[in-house]
């Protein structure tokens, strides 16, 4: 849900400014007397009738669809039942839009937040697992009680409780363990890891 949070909001917006197609609108009309089906794999449509792309998640108050390869993440009452199929009120070009601003505004918010000094949490935001020693182009250096690891930019983001990195505090713990016992602990510890995410390495 935290890669969402923001999405959902700019996406809820566009959804709102834009009346839409008049079939999709009188869909939406009529939407109260049957529920929508937002089953995953569902074929999703954008309001000029262009096909999106499936449903790939649905928790039952956000929809995820695969725009692209990109996921778009959507409130339930975003879509309705067209002709063609599921449908949301905004086009291709617009959700692109929406997605290109959630990125650099994610993107801007995380290169604020990763000032030395900076605690950073565990995947689940339960524990603080280390600080910002440094950062550049290349990514971060954190600095715990146990030495330091490298890590890429990717592997951060951020929570509630601000910054966070893509581990949780047990597989940071693992792999600091490993850098300090063989030079090969980028290897090693891939298993440890998010399968997405690349294992802490020693810092420089």
Not at 171 to 192: C, N, S
């Amino acid at each position: 849900m935290r890669k969402y949070a923001g999405l959902i909001t700019s996406l809820s917006l566009a959804l709102a400014a834009t009346t839409g197609t008049a079939a999709l609108a009188q869909a939406q009309a009529q939407a109260g007397a049957s529920a929508v089906k937002l089953d995953v794999g569902a074929k999703v449509h954008d309001s000029a009738g262009v096909e999106l792309g499936p449903i790939a998640s649905n928790d039952g108050s956000v929809v995820v669809v695969d725009f692209g390869g990109r996921k778009a993440a959507l409130p339930t009452n975003a879509f309705a039942q067209t002709d063609k199929g599921l449908a949301i009120t905004i086009t291709a070009a617009q959700l692109t839009a929406a997605l290109d601003k959630q990125a650099a505004d994610a993107a801007a918010a995380l290169a604020t937040a990763l000032v030395p000094g900076a605690e950073i949490r565990g995947v689940t935001g339960a524990s603080v697992v280390g600080k910002v020693k440094a950062t550049d182009a290349e990514g971060v250096i954190v600095t715990t009680d146990k030495g330091e690891v490298r890590l890429p930019r990717k592997a951060f983001f951020l929570t509630g409780k601000g910054l966070a990195m893509s581990f949780t505090a047990d597989q940071f713990a693992a792999a600091l363990a490993e850098t300090a016992t063989t030079p090969a602990a980028a290897d090693t510890t891939a298993d440890a890891a998010p399968a997405s995410e690349p294992a802490p390495t020693p810092a420089d």
